[in-house]
């Protein structure tokens, strides 16, 4: 039988490659909205939003509260998602090790609805906040774009051992991780 188990507090390997992709993930998103700005939307605003109803430090306060918003969001849609697939079974949030999380320990869910559950929130974010940067263009958006993406890393890696691991066919989440089993069996 073939499984995989991670506990993503304690593999060092899985923290560092998290890191790594969450630098990469900052850097070329920031420079695609960079591209994207400079190229289709042309801005009007500052490049801080805020800055003129709050100064400086009020707008960086400002930001740091809507990027704490999009964190809570983002795990609000892995919830959501959670309780479509399973929706008798119980939803946990927490905060651990400087990761915010959703989970849903001990559920089985199917290696496509367990994909589906970690990309939405990245998909759905981000679609509405290049939606707000085309229809109410502002600089800052490209900030916040960039930040939820690096902040994704956790989930881009979980679906890289997903997309890795395709003979395993069944999820189970865990307060800790995540385990990939070939059979329902196995997972339950």
Not at 88 to 104: D, E, I, L, P, R
Not at 140 to 154: M, P, R, S, V
Request: proline content about 3%; some cysteine; glycine content about 6%.
């Amino acid at each position: 039988m073939n499984k995989l188990e991670l506990n993503i507090f304690e593999d060092k390997s899985a923290l560092k490659s998290i890191s790594w992709i969450q630098m990469i993930a900052l850097i070329v998103t920031l420079i695609s909205m960079y591209v994207l700005e400079i190229f289709v939307i042309h801005p009007t605003s500052s490049a801080l939003i805020g800055r003129e109803q709050f100064g400086i430090v009020g707008a960086v306060f400002f930001i740091i509260a809507l990027f704490f918003i999009i964190v809570i969001i983002h795990e609000a849609i892995h919830g959501l998602f959670f309780k479509v697939f399973n929706p008798k079974g119980k939803v946990k949030f927490g905060f651990k090790a400087g990761m915010a999380y959703a989970t849903s320990p001990g559920h089985v869910y199917k290696r496509g609805q367990f994909f589906i559950i970690i990309i939405m929130p990245f998909v759905i974010l981000t679609a509405v906040m290049l939606f707000m940067m085309f229809t109410m263009p502002n600089p800052a958006y490209k900030y916040y774009i960039a930040l939820h993406t690096a902040a994704c890393a956790g989930d881009f890696y979980y679906l890289y051992l997903i997309l890795k691991h395709r003979n395993l066919a069944y999820a189970v989440d865990t307060e800790v991780g995540m385990s990939l089993y070939e059979t329902k069996e196995e997972a339950i």
